[in-house]
């Protein structure tokens, strides 16, 4: 959630920048300082009908002391009771829509960030070469199947399009490649967690994904009596709630936790017809980085988190890129984004990875996230998140880059000691 303190001492610039975001906010800006002018000139109102009601009650006992008729202060004051409570029903009112206004917006982008989406993201660095072959090869949807690393058709039998099955290596090299990412971050001092896989809505509300994308997950069915949940899209949603409500203090900063889950996504499935197999699904699995910080090493938490993603795809031996996003391209909750995205030969073209995003301090005011200084005061905190790493479309590239002529792969060194092979095949 946006300052309104900034918005308020700077409307034009902030509409300006969601704008950057493909965002038209003149309306919206227009509405929330009208609402918080309206529930600033009630909230006064009511101080005044209150500090009256306190005065008149204190003439009760005096005019009964001295035999007055208390009738009419008795009436005057069952008037004030009656504004007083018409106007605290319209605080209510004008506060529900200013939050609404409020939640409604997105973050806003970086300053050094380009506007627009796709087509103005910057490619930053590139690291190492593309797989070059000199045999036809196959993709990984074929090589997959060929090994049985992967049994789709079951999959799908199980649980309809958009899921699939990891069978005997291909399972263990799932957990090869999941164990290789713990073992990186733990070794960089980021605190491995276990989170439910089963979240409530205000998990997603701090993260910034509702209410406007509380559709695009999946909700479980309760009782009425019982409190609703959702299936987690990613890690972050839980991690960024750890500290939910919370003043932390400066020494407590930084928070590095990582977390393995599944993740969960309705908009899989056929998205695009070259994106066939795993590349994405209903369920996959995932390592996922977080930070809480201070906000003056905010910036450098950032950079150590790209670095993690960039480090761990380097373990791997792939050829990949890293991408500053513009401003639309962007996720709503996030002010700047780099993707690493990896080559797949058979899709000719590269596939995002991971996604590295900060939050500055917009989720920490949607969750009361705080940081008590040394000197007393209280501010929010900034969050980071990274993708450390998503597997459904390292292990497309795996296989693929990996392969060989006789249509074995080549296992990653990195990842030997976990699967006990340097050499998948028939």
Not at 21 to 37: C, H, V, Y
Not at 220 to 225: F, L, V
Not at 307 to 335: I, P, Q, W, Y
């Amino acid at each position: 959630m946006l300052d309104i303190k900034y918005i308020k001492e700077n409307p034009e610039e902030v509409i300006a920048r969601l704008a950057k975001k493909g965002k038209d906010g003149k309306n919206d800006i227009e509405m929330i300082l009208s609402l918080d002018a309206q529930r600033r000139e009630i909230i006064g109102e009511v101080e005044q009908l209150k500090a009256k009601q306190n005065q008149t009650n204190k003439l009760i006992p005096q005019y009964k002391k001295e035999g007055k008729d208390v009738s009419a202060i008795f009436a005057e004051m069952k008037e004030l009771g009656a504004k007083i409570k018409a106007d605290d029903e319209k605080l209510k009112e004008v506060e529900t829509q200013l939050t609404s206004f409020m939640l409604g917006l997105p973050n806003l982008p970086d300053d050094d960030l380009l506007p627009g989406g796709k087509e103005n993201n910057e490619p930053l660095r590139y690291y190492g070469e593309p797989r070059k072959f000199d045999f036809e090869f196959k993709n990984h949807v074929d090589l997959c199947t060929d090994l049985e690393l992967i049994d789709y058709k079951r999959g799908a039998k199980l649980s309809g399009n958009g899921f699939w099955i990891y069978s005997g290596l291909g399972a263990r090299l799932e957990w090869a490649l999941l164990n290789y990412f713990i073992d990186f971050h733990t070794g960089n001092n980021y605190q491995l967690m276990l989170v439910p896989h089963m979240l409530g809505y205000e998990c997603g509300l701090t993260a910034g994904q509702f209410p406007k994308f509380q559709d695009e997950v999946y909700w479980m069915e309760t009782a009425e009596d019982e409190r609703r949940r959702f299936m987690l899209p990613t890690a972050e949603t839980a991690l960024v709630s750890l500290h939910r409500d919370e003043i932390l203090t400066e020494a407590d900063l930084p928070k590095k936790y990582i977390s393995y889950t599944p993740c969960f996504r309705r908009e899989a499935g056929s998205y695009r017809a070259d994106e066939r197999g795993m590349v994405r699904g209903h369920q996959f699995n995932k390592v996922e980085m977080v930070q809480y910080t201070l906000p003056e090493k905010s910036d450098e938490a950032f950079e150590e988190l790209v670095a993690n993603a960039e480090g761990l795809v380097k373990g791997l031996g792939f050829h990949f890129r890293t991408v500053k996003l513009a401003a639309e391209d962007c996720s709503a909750s996030m002010a700047r984004t780099y993707d690493i995205e990896i080559n797949i030969p058979s899709m000719n073209g590269y596939k995002e990875v991971s996604s590295v995003s900060n939050a500055r301090d917009y989720q920490a005011r949607r969750g009361m996230m705080r940081v008590k200084r040394e000197g007393g005061k209280t501010e929010f905190l900034h969050t980071l998140n990274g993708s450390g790493l998503a597997t459904s479309r390292i292990f497309p590239a795996l296989v693929e880059q990996n392969q060989n002529a006789d249509g074995s792969v080549t296992v990653p060194e990195v990842l030997r000691k976990y699967i006990g092979l340097d050499v998948i095949k028939k």
